[in-house]
């Protein structure tokens, strides 16, 4: 695994033993196979008492008590984002979750009372809903250089992978408006299928406003003729020429991020070293890969 962390202080205010007390203001279905997975657009009210830098997460405290250990259950972390514009609340105040939840049957309800405990909780929490949150935590954030506009971009995503990236983007959007001149930024996101391409309509209009500056690759796994699936690695092999040029025109660098399930990382490297084998600084640009996995 690769890493590259920015050398920037970050606090961590909250933590397990003092939480920060919280409200859900909204929950809403943004996807699903209709299989064994749904995703949840969680919005959560802080009052203006949280901070955090695009690219961390937090940790959420499921309330309950474990029936395995008879205690507390332990936090789980989730990539933050700035809220939508139709979430019709005080983004100042407020920030964003994108989960993944199972589809629990009738009869695989004994079966999930231990597993999932959190993203059960919040895909089914109501407006209004109390709800504790340690942290923020994590690096896996812009660079100055990438914040100032001096670095092409290229983001790599599966499933709730792209949540961070809705941070980048929002960030980066704000600053491009007020005259900075951003590089190219290309998104690779690998999905199942339409029905889980999360944040779609959001992505789309990022599109629109960054004026040619950024593109969107998506990868379907489970959709189209079977010429067609393929995974996220696969895209960046297919793409190889249009990823090349992100990561080697115009005389700026290129910042890689990798986010999404642990079991797509070595692949995604793999194909990452084939695309750029002929590159003049490949051990350089591997090494720089900034990676946020999860089981």
Not at 23 to 38: A, L, M, P, T, W
Not at 91 to 103: D, M, Q, T
Not at 133 to 147: A, N, R
Not at 197 to 217: I, P
């Amino acid at each position: 695994m690769f890493y590259t962390y920015v050398q920037i202080a970050f606090h961590i205010l909250f933590t397990v033993k003092s939480p920060l007390d919280c409200e859900i203001r909204s929950v809403r279905q943004i996807g699903g196979n209709g299989i064994d997975r749904s995703f949840y657009h969680i919005v959560i009210d802080h009052q203006g008492q949280y901070s955090f830098a695009p690219g961390q997460y937090c940790g959420i405290l499921p309330p309950g008590v474990s029936s395995r250990t008879n205690r507390r259950h332990a936090p789980r972390s989730y990539s933050l984002a700035p809220v939508l514009n139709d979430d019709g609340v005080d983004g100042s105040r407020c920030f964003s979750l994108g989960i993944r939840a199972p589809i629990v049957a009738p009869g695989e309800r004994e079966r999930f009372r231990d597993i999932c405990i959190c993203s059960q909780f919040l895909s089914t929490a109501g407006s209004g809903t109390p709800v504790q949150i340690t942290g923020p935590f994590g690096k896996f954030v812009l660079s100055p250089e990438d914040l100032n506009g001096e670095t092409n971009l290229l983001l790599i995503a599966t499933g709730t992978g792209v949540v961070p990236y809705m941070g980048y983007l929002d960030t980066l959007l704000k600053s491009h408006r007020l005259g900075s001149k951003h590089g190219k930024i290309l998104l690779v996101f690998g999905v199942q299928s339409p029905d889980t391409y999360l944040y779609r309509a959001a992505l789309e209009k990022y599109v629109s406003e960054f004026y040619g500056r950024l593109q969107v690759l998506v990868s379907y796994s489970r959709h189209g003729a079977e010429s067609e699936r393929g995974y996220v690695q696969d895209m960046l092999l297919k793409e190889r020429r249009l990823v090349q040029s992100v990561c080697g025109s115009d005389g700026r660098s290129c910042s890689i991020f990798i986010c999404g399930r642990k079991s797509m990382e070595k692949a995604v490297l793999s194909s990452l070293g084939e695309v750029f084998s002929q590159h003049p600084d490949l051990d350089c640009m591997m090494s720089n890969i900034k990676v946020e996995v999860y089981e």
